[in-house]
Nanobody, 126 residues
Framework: QVQLVESGGGSVQVGGSVRISCAVS????????ITWFRQAPGKEREGVAV???????FYIGSVKGRFSVSRDSAKNTVYLDMNNLQPEDTAVYSC????????????????????WGKGTQVTVSS
């Protein structure tokens, strides 16, 4: 059974940077898709960044150029580097696993995800 554990959240000032991690266990192959979601208080959850099984990536417009998703296969960990953070980036960030998504061009449908992490809080203050 696939398990995901996020870490690395915290508080940062406007314009600062944070790296959060998603550690993957319970999957024997190294090719998998991880999507980062965030949910702010009172708002719907939104997908923000994806790394496909072929390491293709996709970002929504509001984070493109500021966020970067990457993978360390040796550590079975996916990272989300967030730069130039703004108050509207404040949210609980969680990762979701899908086994077979390649050539990502959008946030994958929620029905494809087989596992979710519990999330990590990122708070951006001015």
């Amino acid at each position: 059974q696939v398990q995901l554990v996020e870490s690395g959240g915290g508080s940062v000032q406007v314009g600062g940077s944070v790296r959060i991690s998603c550690a993957v266990s319970g999957y024997r192959w190294q090719s998998y898709c991880i999507t980062w979601f965030r949910q702010a208080p009172g708002k719907e959850r939104e997908g923000v960044a994806v790394i496909g099984g072929d390491d293709s990536t996709f970002y929504i417009g509001s984070v493109k150029g500021r966020f970067s998703v990457s993978r360390d296969s040796a550590k079975n960990t996916v990272y989300l580097d967030m730069n130039n953070l703004q108050p509207e980036d404040t949210a609980v960030y969680s990762c979701a696993f899908a086994s077979s998504v390649l050539n990502v061009r959008n946030i994958p449908p929620v029905g494809l995800f087989g596992a979710w992490g519990k999330g990590t809080q990122v708070t951006v203050s001015s």
